[in-house]
């Protein structure tokens, strides 16, 4: 079974810094996607970034960028230079995998980590 | 607007009765998904359709919830004889689906819709 864990409820960060939020996951297939999402308070998921386990370099999209270290099975998402818009509930989810070409996709989410940015 | 749409946004009702949530994914995506998020936790997965097949359900899913997708478009997502442990965000995502290992690009990102919130009194 997949599992992710997010060991901080609560973030904060001051308006233009750079803040890292920590994911670790758990799996025992070889091939697997990992995802973070966003959650403002009006609740709807926006996707931020996406991190194959076969891709050798780390995604970056814009100010998000994620550090992907699998021998420790982590996955961190780094923002950098935040906004006051940037206040939110983010989720890091993995993909679940069947072997044998196709990919069901549905996403285990870990329990998310809000942060709030200061001015 | 193409995003994915949930109707309703909010719904309210009574123990015991039976409500029904409709989701319309954006139109040349096959996969769909059905979650459901309890207040200060992620989602949770409930089922997943390829086209009009159901193909997976959660244990999370009790004899009381059906969902259906039956042209392969829209689907619908009931509850019978609600309880009170049914309140709760539900959302649902759709995505293309293609064949392959989910270790490399591209992403096939499920994009969400805004999701139905419903409580149970």
């Known amino acids: 079974a997949q599992k992710i864990t997010q060991t901080q409820p609560g973030m904060f960060v001051q308006e233009k810094e750079a803040v890292t939020l920590d994911c670790t996951y758990d799996?025992?297939?070889?091939?697997?996607?990992l995802f973070w999402y966003k959650q403002p308070s009006s609740g709807e998921m926006i996707f931020l970034i996406y991190?194959?386990?076969?891709?050798?370099q780390n995604a970056t999209e814009g100010r998000y960028s994620l550090n992907f270290q699998k021998a420790r099975k982590s996955a961190n998402l780094v923002i950098s230079a935040s906004q006051l818009g940037d206040s939110a509930m983010y989720f890091c989810?993995?993909?679940?995998?069947?072997?044998?070409?196709?990919?069901?996709?549905?996403?285990?989410f870990g329990q998310g980590t809000i942060l709030t940015v200061h001015p | 607007d193409t995003g994915v749409s949930q109707d309703p946004r909010h719904k309210i009702t009574k123990r015991g009765q039976n409500v029904t949530f409709r989701c319309d994914p954006i139109s040349e995506h096959n996969r769909l998904y059905w979650y459901r998020q309890t207040l200060g936790q992620g989602p949770e997965f409930l089922t997943y359709?390829?086209?009009?097949?159901?193909?997976?359900k959660s244990r999370l899913l009790s004899d009381r919830f059906s969902a259906e997708r039956p042209k392969g478009s829209f689907s619908t997502l009931e509850i019978q004889r609600t309880e009170q442990g049914d309140s709760a965000m539900y959302l649902c995502?759709?995505?293309?689906?293609?064949?392959?290992?989910?270790?490399?690009?591209?992403?096939?990102?499920?994009?969400f819709g805004p999701g139905t919130r419903l409580t149970v009194l």
């Open positions: 991190q194959g386990s076969y891709d050798q």
């Open positions: 359709f390829q086209n009009e097949a159901q193909l997976e």
């Open positions: 799996t025992s297939d070889p091939s697997y996607g």
């Open positions: 995502a759709s995505s293309l689906g293609r064949a392959g290992t989910s270790g490399s690009k591209p992403s096939n990102e499920q994009f």
């Open positions: 989810a993995m993909r679940d995998f069947i072997p044998g070409g196709t990919s069901y996709g549905k996403l285990t």
